[in-house]
């Protein structure tokens, strides 16, 4: 995944970005606020612009300042600035995982929701370690075996967030069928693992798999797989679009439509037990 725009953290941005919206919903100036504060301009620039943390009885204040009452949204928030300078598994990997891929992994970990739309390929967080070595190491035009194998090692960790106490991370995943047909010349058995590990996966709770049939009707997923990453408010909705060489961030009211684009992409696809079964079949179709 290619370098993002989102720096310096993720968090900080986002918690930013949610103060920025905050004044403006209170109709206060960069200069107003920062007064209310006894803060200079430059300072609140730098929190809403993510340059700088926040203190957190500077958060409870500013809060305050722009009319935000609400507890759960007030705690959501002080997560977030809490948070922001946590570092992450995945930080581990930092001369394999590019800073975007970083940065989708932190939104990821603090989602509440994920929706994936997937025309080609099974969902990382649904994968088996075989068939992402297979997929990466095919993908990849530059990427070493062992940083192949450190990467499916990134995609296998990442599906913690599917069993973590608490508050599991909920996954709808619609996949297109045309992904389920994919063999592998050099170990045909990983399909037929991939399939049961779907099958496997749906069993919890927290996730859901549909099929998009091959012969389906015309949907908006046509245009392209996108995954719609849902927070606790008042934190806005992150689409990540991606393809050959480039990632990009869709946040706020600007994921409104592919919101309801995925809407109209579950309707077209098969109801959940339909999908199950036709997961069922293949998989066994492999067996013979």
Known sequence: MPNSPMVPT????????????????????????????????????????????????????????????DPDVCAVLETLRRDAAKKGWWQAYSGIVQPAYADYISLETDAEQ????????????????????????????????????ALAEVRMARQSVLTRPGAPLEVWAIIHEAALHQRF???????????????????????????????STAHPGLEGGFSLTKFRPPLPEVVLLENAGSATYVEGEDASPFARAYERIRATALPVEDSLVRIAELEEGLRQ
């Open 185 to 215: 010349a050099a170990r045909p058995a990983t399909m037929r693992e991939q399939l049961r590990k779907l099958l496997d996966a749906s069993e919890l709770p927290n996730v859901t798999v549909q099929i998009m049939p091959l012969a």
């Open 10 to 69: 993720v968090r900080r941005r986002r918690l930013g970005a949610t103060l920025r919206r905050f004044r403006n919903e209170a109709g206060l100036s960069l200069d107003q606020a920062a007064e209310a504060m006894t803060w200079n301009g430059p300072k609140m620039s730098k929190i809403e612009n993510a340059v700088q943390g926040i203190k957190p009885g500077d958060l409870a204040e500013l809060l305050k300042v722009y009319g935000v009452t």
């Open 114 to 149: 994920v929706c994936v739309w997937t025309p080609l390929l099974i969902p990382g967080l649904l994968q088996t370690a075989a068939y992402a070595r297979e997929t990466i190491t095919g993908i990849t035009t530059t990427r070493t075996p062992e940083e192949v194998t």
